[in-house]
């Protein structure tokens, strides 16, 4: 690289820096105060120039600083930023925080608000492709002659359940029974995983018993399959309205899109991060016209999944990417 478009690079580098940390304009002066940037300022300001002929840089209104666009933003990311390793304390903080994880979704909670808190971002988890929480117990409770209540609990300790019709005659001893089968042949297993066991255990029962015991079966299949849909974990939403100078400008299209969870499904899909690896993608790349002054940080993490970070343009890269990095391997060492 030319030492010119070395010094350009680090030119925008501190504007970049000194714009994420006052949310102001950046000038020449405050560069030059700021900065050892070991140039004249009739240096700087040329550069600047040229920076801005290159659309990287731009001037809001006249009289002001100059601000990064996202083509600067990518520059930057592209060129400039480099990942910071954590601290030994972040480090330490993080795998106490994850390794006692009680089971996937206990891991996957932590994992969100330990990023939101560490980025100041929104924190984003697609839920693991192949990795669902473990059933710990499935309990059958009549409440009335044809209705029964099927209740899922898994190893977390969360509790999903659903009231089925069943056909009258069959005292609560009989599904007290069927429960005790039932767990024999789920307990332990992913809610992901339970087709073919319970095929098996339907299998098994005499033909006459087959039907009642169905009834039962087919809910819990279907009760678990709810559990089992891609989903995203998220946290931080409010660190939104403390980054944003102008809230109806940048949080309010953010917030539609962060209810949104096919938008934010169809972000994952699009992200080809390799476990560890990180990816950002900044304002148009994101196609969607309500995330023009947002930007994702994200990479991939376990089997084919992905966590990350979204806020605005002006958003710390190098801590987010140093974050999003960090977390992602162990949240994969952990799920090894």
């Known amino acids: 690289m030319r030492t010119t478009d070395a010094r ?31 140039v004249s300022a009739a ?32 520059a930057f990311v592209d060129h400039v930023a480099t990942v910071k390793p954590l601290s030994a304390p972040e480090r330490r903080a993080i795998r ?48 009335a002659d044809s209705l029964l209540l099927v209740v899922l609990i898994t190893e977390s300790g969360r509790v999903d359940q659903r009231t089925v019709p069943v056909a009258a005659g069959r005292p609560a001893e009989y599904y007290e029974a069927l429960r005790d089968q039932l767990n024999r042949a789920v307990s332990g297993r992913q809610v992901t995983d339970l087709a073919v066991p319970l095929s098996d255990f339907l299998e098994s029962l005499a033909p006459p018993e087959r039907p009642a015991a169905a009834e039962v079966a087919e809910p819990l299949a279907a009760l678990a399959a709810t559990r089992a849909e891609d989903r995203i974990v998220m946290a931080g939403t409010a660190n ?37 690896d990180v990816e950002v993608r900044i304002g148009s790349e994101l196609h969607d016209s309500a995330l ?35 977390v992602a391997r162990y949240v994969s060492r952990f799920l090894e």
Request: net charge negative; charged share 25%.
């Open 292 to 326: 023009h002054s947002a930007a994702l940080v994200g990479a991939g993490y376990g089997s084919g999944s992905h966590l990350a970070i979204l806020g605005p343009s002006r958003m710390d890269y190098v801590a987010g990417i140093s974050t999003v990095q960090a």
């Open 8 to 38: 350009k690079l680090q030119i925008l580098g501190a504007i970049v820096e000194d714009y994420v940390s006052t949310r102001e304009p950046v000038g020449s002066k405050s560069l030059l105060e700021r900065h050892e940037l070991g």
């Open 96 to 143: 106490l925080l994850l390794e006692d994880a009680g089971d996937v979704e206990e891991l996957l909670a932590r994992t969100v608000r330990l990023m939101a808190q560490l980025t100041q971002q929104v924190a984003m988890v697609q839920y693991p492709a192949r990795r669902q929480a473990r059933i710990r117990h499935v309990e059958l409770v009549k409440v």
């Open 240 to 276: 939104l309205a403390r980054s944003a100078e102008d809230f109806s400008r940048e949080v309010e299209p953010l917030l539609d899109v962060l209810e949104e969870q096919l938008v934010l499904l169809r972000l994952f899909t699009e992200m080809h991060a390799s476990p560890g």
């Open 43 to 74: 240096t700087v300001r040329n550069d600047m120039s040229v920076l801005e002929e290159e659309g990287l840089i731009h001037q809001p209104h006249t009289s002001a600083g100059r601000v990064p666009t996202d083509k600067g933003y990518r």
